[in-house]
């Protein structure tokens, strides 16, 4: 796996996205400088790699690795106040209640000027040798997110929007510049999205998916032998018996997966009650083939 400069994070919610992110930043942040940008709204990848909360400015947790926030309505600001460089103007538009009624008739302007940053954020990485990792929303909403751009072409025939939207989709298409990790466990219904989601961003909207990030996976460890061997105590075949399913779940996944194309790295299930810093700093050494190069 190559990762490009931006590296979005998404899959179905409950696969552990934000935890994956934040052991991506991790990893990224030993070997070099490295942003974890929240896109999510919650927070958890943040307070993962050691952010304190609320997270109101940019933030370093460490001498590698920094922490920002994204939203929608600050890109808009932010983007009113560039085009408008004469601060009492942009304040009053931003004010108006005329332009709010201009932007709830584009409701995909917000989501685009997101994009927007994304790639302002990868020629930054680019000048500076660093690393930017999305803790993105969920695939469905990730998946409407990327395909903002066509949509601003279509409403913006000509002009900056229109130029912005082209500049915006070339970025998106550039492999060297973004690209998605899908995160999945070896469950039907989130195998079955992440396949679909890697199928839709690389066969109909040209983005790179860099692999998928199997978590929970594990090994099956015991046979129908040692079941039988445990007859007698219940519980313990039980709890041999589970690990079975769980490790022929893995199985499973890790085969759909490679059938489907898509590069894979397996983070181990930790069993774990809850994520803390040694927990996040298991699965950074675990992505070590994902940030090898």
Avoid: W
């Avoid at 991506?24 to 999510?40: C, F, H, I, N």
């Avoid at 994009?115 to 993105?136: K, P, Q, S, T």
């Amino acid at each position: 796996m190559t990762l490009p400069r931006v590296v979005f994070v998404t899959g179905k919610g409950g696969t552990g996205k934000s935890t994956v992110a934040a052991a991506l930043a991790t990893a990224l942040s030993r070997k070099g400088a490295t942003v974890l940008a929240d896109l999510d709204g919650r927070m958890e990848a943040a307070a993962l790699v050691g952010a304190r909360l609320p997270l109101e400015a940019p933030q370093r947790v460490t001498s590698s690795l920094e922490v920002i926030a994204l939203s929608r309505r600050e890109e808009l600001n932010s983007f009113i106040r560039r085009i408008v460089p004469v601060s009492a103007i942009s304040e009053r538009m931003l004010r108006s209640r005329t332009f709010g009624y201009v932007t709830a008739a584009l409701p995909g302007l917000e989501a685009f000027l997101l994009l927007e940053r994304l790639r302002i954020m990868a020629g930054e990485a680019a000048l500076e040798d660093r690393r930017v990792v999305i803790d993105a929303p969920a695939s469905g909403t990730a998946v409407e997110l990327l395909a903002v751009a066509s949509g601003v072409k279509g409403i913006a025939p000509a002009g900056t929007l229109n130029r912005l939207a082209a500049e915006v989709e070339e970025f998106l298409a550039d492999p060297n510049r973004f690209g998605v990790v899908v995160t999945v466990t070896p469950e039907k219904m989130a195998l079955h999205e992440a396949i679909e989601t890697s199928r839709l961003l690389r066969d109909r909207m040209n983005v790179a998916v860099v692999g998928a990030a199997l978590n929970r996976a594990c090994a099956a460890l015991f046979s129908d032998e040692d079941l039988q061997t445990l007859a007698a105590l219940r519980s313990h075949r039980g709890l041999a018996r589970k690990r079975m399913t769980q490790g022929a779940a893995t199985e499973t996944a890790r085969s759909r997966l490679r059938n489907a194309g898509i590069p894979i790295v397996e983070l181990p299930m930790l069993y774990k009650a809850a994520m803390g810093s040694g927990e996040i700093s298991t699965l950074a050494r675990a992505l070590g083939p994902m940030v090898a190069q």
